[in-house]
Nanobody
Framework: QVQLVESGGGLVQSGGSLRLSCVSS????????MGWYHQYPGKQRESVAV???????IYGASVKGRFTVSRDNAKNTMYLQMNNLKPEDTAVYYC??????????WGQGTQVTVSS
């Protein structure tokens, strides 16, 4: 059973920065894609940023230019650097992996709260 564990969420003022981490219990070099999603209360999860095994990056329109996704295969970790945070970024952030061997996997989520 593969596990994804997020960390790095918290409370930050508007304009501040946070870096989220997602550590995998399996080798991420074999994953097709990894991504970050956020979820507002009562809403469906939405894609924030996705990175493929080949390094292709896709960002949601609301975070383009402010957030950067990256992965360190040696550490089996994906990151989300979030800069210039806004109150509307407040949500639970989830790590996701689409894998050949294990299917689609989600982490448990980490709360990000941006105060105005």
């Amino acid at each position: 059973q593969v596990q994804l564990v997020e960390s790095g969420g918290g409370l930050v003022q508007s304009g501040g920065s946070l870096r989220l981490s997602c550590v995998s219990s399996a080798r991420i070099s074999s994953f097709r894609t990894m991504g970050w999603y956020h979820q507002y209360p009562g809403k469906q999860r939405e894609s924030v940023a996705v990175i493929s095994s080949g390094g292709v990056l896709i960002y949601g329109a609301s975070v383009k230019g402010r957030f950067t996704v990256s992965r360190d295969n040696a550490k089996n970790t994906m990151y989300l650097q979030m800069n210039n945070l806004k109150p509307e970024d407040t949500a639970v952030y989830y790590c996701n992996a689409d894998t050949w061997a294990y299917g689609n996997i989600w982490g448990q989520g980490t709360q990000v709260t941006v105060s105005s």
